[in-house]
T-cell receptor
């Protein structure tokens, strides 16, 4: 089992560019989450999904969109990147909620 | 909205010593979890303790929960260099979410 994987591992964007971060899990989990981690801020929830075809807003959803077309994948989109979105992004999944979350290795995003 | 707050923010101890970190939270919970994050890596789940439990062990880890004080502690006994990491507590919130604290950075000195 690969667990939770994230693509890409690192990306540099210019302000205004768009990109999609891909999260995939092979544990058949219903719940999936996107977090961002900034120095001194801990993890903040961006969006989450409680099952295929569902999405919901978290604590800091502005500037991001998500889709869960397949149960195993959770995509995070940035339509027009801003320097404030420079961060490390983590995806997580869980079998139940609130329950143990399994994290991916993270994507480092730098927006210039 | 921060639910759990870890204390201290940073901790340095000698290898072999015990490390204790604390988590305080504001509202009632169903369970509390502790996670570890090694530098540059994703979080790894360590232990989950339910609101009706007072203590739980896993290897060198001991977690306590005091719901009357709304606090939890994580004790790592006989610390090793590999324990150097950040440790986060996470509490359940509404709508299937959990909320992470800002973490305690633990550094084990050789």
């Amino acid at each position: 089992n690969a667990g939770v994987t994230q693509t890409p591992k690192f990306r540099v964007l210019k302000t205004g560019q768009s990109m999609t971060l891909l999260c995939a899990q092979d544990m058949n989990h219903e719940y999936m989450y996107w977090y961002r981690q900034d120095p001194g801020m801990g993890l903040r929830l961006i969006h989450y999904s409680v099952g295929e075809g569902t999405t919901a807003k978290g604590e800091v959803p502005d500037g991001y969109n998500v889709s869960r077309l397949k149960k195993q994948n959770f995509l995070l989109g940035l339509e027009s990147a801003a320097p404030s979105q420079t961060s490390v992004y983590f995806c997580a999944s869980s079998y139940s909620a609130p329950g143990t979350q399994y994290f991916g290795p993270g994507t480092r995003l730098l927006v210039l | 909205s921060q639910q759990g707050e870890e204390d201290p923010q940073a901790l340095s101890i000698q290898e072999g010593e015990n490390a204790t970190m604390n988590c305080s939270y504001k509202t009632s919970i169903n369970n509390l979890q502790w996670y570890r994050q090694n530098s540059g890596r994703g979080l790894v789940h360590l232990i989950l303790i339910r609101s009706n439990e007072r203590e739980k062990h896993s290897g060198r880890l001991r977690v306590t929960l005091d719901t009357s004080k709304k606090s939890s502690s994580l004790l790592i006994t006989a610390s090793r260099a590999a324990d150097t990491a950040s440790y986060f507590c996470a509490t359940d919130a509404r709508d299937d979410k959990i909320i992470f604290g800002k973490g305690t950075r633990l550094h084990i000195l050789p």
